[in-house]
């Protein structure tokens, strides 16, 4: 059987980029069920809804549309943020980001499920991605990062780790797209109404972690 591409088969301009996208989908949907070494080229076109030999006239190995799709989530995760302001509140950029992140992956929720497969696997490519991102000038990751030392070291907030409080709300962003099923028996708003449950979700978040970190001379107020 042909693995060669027609040039009538093979897709220009707006179409182009069309396939493209439903490849990216397609090839996300697939790693977040299966991971990597579970993931069939086959299945990836299946699902994006080509024939396979069009898929390998983007992407000629599996290796290949993987690294793709990874940098592709990386970049898209970083254009959803804005930067802090500069002199604003911590409380502002922390309510900022808590709501940008859970919209994030209100928005992309295959990719918060990839994220999962990927470290449960121990892949690298995570690490790889977010010490880019901690390297990245005004990347959320290192912004956020800076929110905190700043904050800290005027006093708006008590000494803490922010590489911890990093890691505390953004796992405590994911957690309910990754335990649906569990979160819905616990809440039942969520079965009802999960967009509704995100937005108390965010509230809830933001002012628990605020109040924790309030520096002493304001909780003590």
């Not at 950029?93 to 994220?115: C, G, N, P, Q």
């Amino acid at each position: 059987m042909s693995t060669q591409v027609n040039e009538s088969q093979v897709p220009t301009g707006s179409d182009d980029l069309d396939t493209e996208t439903r490849i990216f989908e397609a090839a996300l949907k697939v790693f977040a069920r299966k991971g990597k070494d579970g993931a069939r080229l086959q299945e990836i076109a299946d699902e994006a809804g080509i024939h396979r030999p069009l898929l390998h006239y983007y992407f000629r190995t599996k290796q290949q549309l993987y690294e793709a799709v990874a940098e592709r989530l990386f970049t898209d995760f970083l254009l959803s943020f804005d930067a802090p302001a500069e002199g604003g509140r911590f409380a502002d950029t922390l309510k900022a980001f808590i709501d940008h992140y859970i919209d994030s992956v209100r928005e992309h929720r295959h990719a918060a499920m990839w994220m999962v497969t990927e470290n449960m696997a121990g892949s690298p490519i995570l690490g790889e991605m977010l010490a880019r991102a901690f390297a990245t000038e005004g990347s959320p990751q290192r912004a956020m990062v800076e929110a905190v030392e700043l904050a800290v070291e005027s006093g708006e907030i008590r000494p803490v780790d922010a590489r911890q409080l990093m890691l505390t709300v953004v796992s405590a962003c994911v957690f309910p797209f990754v335990t649906l099923p569990t979160v819905k028996m616990m809440n039942p708003l969520a079965a009802e109404d999960f967009d509704a449950y995100l937005e108390e979700r965010k509230a809830h978040l933001f002012e628990v972690v605020c109040h924790g970190l309030a520096s002493r001379e304001v909780s003590d107020a």
